[in-house]
DNA sequence: GCGATAAAATATACGTTGTAAATTTATAGC
DNA sequence: GCTATAAATTTACAACGTATATTTTATCGC
C-alpha cells in the first residue's frame, strides 16, 4: 500500500489547497471557489481534497484561519518599526485597511458565517482569530501605558475594530460616494474615537 | 391571446416574489433561496419568475430593495415621536441595530455585493438605499439644529454609520464575546463617538 | 523480486441548482 | 370557432457538492 500520509504530508497538501483557494478568490470571487476548480488547480481529481477535508465548509474555515494569520502578519509587519505607540497603532490601522481593501474577497470570506458553521467547531480558524484580536488589542496596550489613551483596553480595541470593520464593509459593498469617501469618513472617525479615549489632565 | 400583463399585475407579482423571497431568507437564510423554492410559495412554475425579472440577480436585487425600504421604514417608525432630536436619533439608532440584528438574512444580503451586479443597474434598489441614507442623515441634521452637535451633517452622519454597520456586522458574524459583547462595546462606541461631534462652548 | 494488501486517488453517478429552448395553455380579434 | 400570440409550463442541460464504486500505487512478508 501505499504509505499512509504523514501529518506532513497532509499539513502540506492542506496548505497548498489554501493557497490555491485564496487565489482563486482573488480572481473569480467567493462563488467562483468550486472543488472541482480548486482540484484542478492542484492538479488532483474534484475529489482528492475529500481525502484532507471533510467537506467544503471544512475547506472554507481553512482558508479562512489562513487569511486570518495573513491579515494578522500583515498587521504585526505593518507595525513592526515605528518609533512610538501611536505611529505604530497607526501602521496596524493602515495595514488593517490596506490588508481588506486589497483582498477584498478573503476579507468578506474571514467575517462570513453560514449559520452551519461556526468558529467554534474549527480550532485553528479560533486561534487565527484570536491572534488577529490580540493584534489589535495589544496595540491599544501600548497606548494606554505611554499615556494616550486611558481604559479597558480590550474594550477599547473592540470599539476600533468594529468601526474599522464598518467603514471596510460599507466601502467594500459600494456605500459611499466621491463626496463622502473612505478617507474623509475613515479620517473622521479616528478623530472622534481617538478624542473620546485620550487621558485626560 | 391571454392579456399581456399589465403594468400593475407586472407589480404585483414581483411584490409577492419579494415577500416569499424574504421570508424565505428569515426562514433558511441566503443559501436556502432558489427559485425553485420561491416559485413553489408562489404556487406557480420555476420558470415563472422569468417573466417578470431577468435573472436571479435581478430577483436579489428587488429583495434587496425591498430590504432597504423596510428597513427605512423600521427607522423612521421608530423616531417618529421623540421629545428632542436627541431622544429621536437613540430611537432611530435602536430601530436599526434591531432592524439589522431581528433580520439578519435580510440585513446581510443588503450589504453584500457580487462584482456581478451593482446598485447602479437597479434604480429601484439605488432610490430605496437613498432613503436609508437620508433618514440616517435626517437625524444629524436635526441634532446639528438644536445645538447638540457641529459639523457636517453627512459626513457625521456616515460615520456613525459606519460605525453602527461594523457592530451589527461583527455581532452578526460571531467576533464578540460575552465579556465585550454588543452591548457593551456599542455603548462605549456611542459615547465616545457622540464625545467627538458636541458643540464646543 | 513478487504477489497480497490496503491506503490513496480517481471515476462514476445522483440530486440540486440556474436557466435556455421547446412545448403547451389560454385569450383576444376576426 | 378559428387563429395568432402572450403567458406559462415542461423538458433539458451544464455545473455544483459529494456518496459510492473502482482503479491505481506503494509497502509488506516471503
Redesign the interface.
Known sequence: MPKPLSTSEIEDFRDKLCDAGLQIFAEK???GLTLREVAARLGVSPMTPYRYFKDKDEILAAIRARAFNDFAEAMEAGARRGPDAVARSNAAGEAYIRFALEHAEAYRLM?????KE??DDHPLLAKA?ERA?ATMTHHVKQLIAEGVFEGDA???G??F???????V??Q?????NE??DFD??RH??F???????LKRG
Open positions: 470571487g467567493v462563488e467575517f462570513q458565517v453560514s449559520q461556526c468558529a482569530i484580536r480590550e474594550l477599547i473592540h470599539v475594530w468594529a468601526a474599522i470593520h464598518g467603514l464593509m460599507l467594500l459593498s459600494g456605500k459611499f463626496r463622502y474623509t469618513v473622521e472617525t478623530r472622534a474615537l481617538t478624542q473620546g479615549f
